[in-house]
């Protein structure tokens, strides 16, 4: 008696768990079918608007007076195009931060953190931990060395700074690694410049229109052959917005 109540007992249990561990594949396969994979046409996940109102959302006064003058340095409004700073880079930056990005929802980012090799990925904080504590850091050391926070120093001096934070010549006091920080930087502010402006940068897709980039255009087909040819057309953002 015993023997067949503990059959029909594991038995039940087998049943329950096949039956959950089902229904939550199915749960999960469905998942990426709707997300990743659609199969009907006109339907898929468009990416998320980020919030195009003027304003941070994430850096502060000092942070944002930070990184208007780096980008600006980093990419600078000339003849050829438009300049970090007139693409919308800091509004971008600032959105990413405020988002999944900033929190590092893709990076493993448990304690410690060691100083790992190039091929190791990301060894730090949160992107947006990191930048929170480098940049008070990047102005104690210029205030430092040249008496100012550096959104108050000349352009030259300001040029230098940024070169001592590449080589990693800054001392930042442990709060960040000056060198990675730069990379960061510089990174970000390369995908702000050249990303759809659904994201908050690439102001009036100014910087695909200087390298002659089509956007999202859907058919390209016609000029695949006409080598030599220049490319005439206007670029088309994601939401179907033409530059």
């Known amino acids: 008696m015993n023997t067949a ?14 039956a959950f561990w089902t229904g939550l594949f199915n749960r999960a396969f469905g998942e990426v079918i709707r997300r990743r994979l659609p199969w009907a046409a006109q339907v898929s996940d468009r990416p998320a608007e980020v919030d195009q109102r003027p304003g941070y959302l994430f850096f502060n006064a000092s942070e944002s007076a930070f990184i ?23 509004h971008f930056i600032d959105r990413q931060l405020a988002g999944p990005y900033g929190a590092g929802d ?8 060691p100083k790992g090799l190039p091929t190791q990925g990301w060894q730090a904080r949160s992107p947006a931990e990191v930048y929170r504590a480098a940049i008070p850091a990047i102005d104690l050391w210029c205030v430092a060395t040249n008496g100012k926070s550096f959104a108050t120093l000349d352009p030259a001096t300001q040029d230098d700074a940024l070169k001592a934070l590449e080589s990693g010549e800054a001392e930042l006091g442990g709060a960040v690694d000056a060198k990675r920080f730069f990379a960061l930087l510089l990174q970000n502010t390369l995908e702000g410049y050249f990303a759809d402006p659904i994201y908050g940068g690439n102001r009036q897709m100014g910087a695909w229109r200087m ?19 220049p490319y005439n057309l206007p670029p088309v953002a994601l939401s179907g917005h033409r530059g």
């Open 68 to 90: 208007e003058a780096s980008v600006a340095l980093l990419i600078p409004d000339d003849a050829i195009g438009p300049g970090a700073l007139e693409a919308g880079v800091p």
């Open 106 to 113: 893709h990076f493993y980012l448990q304690a410690p953190f």
């Open 5 to 18: 109540v503990s059959r029909r007992l594991a038995i039940k249990i087998a049943v329950t768990a096949s």
């Open 211 to 229: 390298i002659g980039f089509p956007g999202a255009r859907y058919d390209l087909r016609p000029f695949v052959s006409r080598y030599g040819e």
